[in-house]
Nanobody, 120 residues
């Protein structure tokens, strides 16, 4: 069984910062790409940022210069540092992991989501 557990969401004022964390646990051989996606009310889920096992990052244009993605491989954890938040960043943020499991091979998992609300 594999679990992705997110934390760090909440309510923040415009211009504020939040740091999201996602810990992966379970019978895992390796974690390939980890990422963050978000879904605002009435909109489709969209990519926010991804990071490979070697630290190569990809960020959506809408968050470049404000968000940073990082990971600690030894802790099977990925982070999303979000600065200069605006109301447009309000969404449920989901952690995603592309990983390789013993016996089962390569699989993709999602976390349960954490709410981020940017409002004054």
């Amino acid at each position: 069984q594999v679990q992705l557990v997110e934390s760090g969401g909440g309510l923040v004022q415009p211009g504020g910062s939040l740091r999201l964390s996602c810990v992966v646990s379970g019978s895992i051989a390796s974690i390939n790409v980890m990422g963050w996606y978000r879904q605002a009310p009435g909109k489709e889920r969209e990519l926010v940022a991804t990071i490979t096992s070697r630290g190569i990052t990809n960020l959506a244009d809408s968050v470049k210069g404000r968000f940073t993605i990082s990971r600690e491989n030894a802790k099977a954890t990925v982070y999303l540092q979000m600065n200069s938040l605006t109301p447009d960043d309000t969404a449920v943020y989901y952690c995603n992991a592309d990983l390789t499991r013993l016996v089962y091979g390569r699989q993709n998992y999602w976390g349960q989501g954490t709410q981020v609300t940017v409002s004054s």
